[in-house]
Structure formats: C-alpha cells, structure tokens
C-alpha cells in the first residue's frame, strides 16, 4: 500500500509564492517517477512537473521559470516551490507517483490540495 500526503496549498496574492510537499509513505520500490499535476474547475488535469529517475525533469510551459521541483529522496518526499503565481495557476494541485510493478507502470495520486491565487 502506498499513501502520498500533500500539504501547502492555500490561498496567495497574484505574484506570491508558495511551496508544495507531498510525502510518500509505505511499500516503495522502482519509482518511475514523482511530481505534482494540477486540475482547474472545467478543464482535464495536467502535468505541471516531475522528476523522471535517471535525472529528467519535466515542466509545463506555462510554468517554466516560475517554479521549481525538487526532491528528498531520504524522505521520500517531493517539493514544488511555486513564484511568481498567476490567477491561471488556481487548480487543485495533485501529487503522483509513477511505480513499475510487475513490468506495468502504477500511478498513485495524492489526495489534493487547493492552491487559490487572487486579490
């Protein structure tokens, strides 16, 4: 069983920033990969950043230069440090982790946590 415990979402002015964690916890073994997606009200949930095993990292280009991944492998757990934040960037922020098992990808998802940008 594999659990993942997001927390860091709220709510920010536009230009603020905020910084996501999100926890891995029970049976982990061959990660594929961690990061965060996000879904806005109305629209299909996409991938804002993950890290790839073997050093790939990926961002949306709506986000690129304006927020970091990062990760403690020692903790299992995974950062997204958010800047510069823009009202487009309100969604419910989703943690995932990519397992290999039994030669198939297995993804695992976060409860979510709402990241609100507005004056």
């Known amino acids: 069983q594999v659990q993942l415990v997001e927390s860091g979402g709220g709510l920010v002015q536009p230009g603020g920033s905020l910084r996501l964690s999100c926890a891995a916890a029970?049976?982990?073994?061959?990660?594929?990969?961690m990061g965060w997606f996000r879904q806005a009200p109305g629209k299909q949930r996409e991938l804002v950043a993950t890290i790839i095993r073997g050093g790939r990292i990926d961002y949306a280009d709506s986000v690129k230069g304006r927020f970091t991944i990062s990760e403690d492998n020692d903790k299992n757990t995974v950062y997204l440090q958010m800047n510069s934040l823009k009202p487009e960037d309100t969604a419910v922020y989703y943690c995932?982790?990519?397992?290999?098992?039994?030669?198939?990808?297995?993804?695992?998802w976060g409860q979510g946590t709402q990241v609100t940008v507005s004056s």
């Open positions: 995932n982790l990519d397992l290999w098992f039994n030669g198939s990808l297995r993804p695992y």
């Open positions: 029970g049976s982990i073994s061959s990660v594929n990969a």
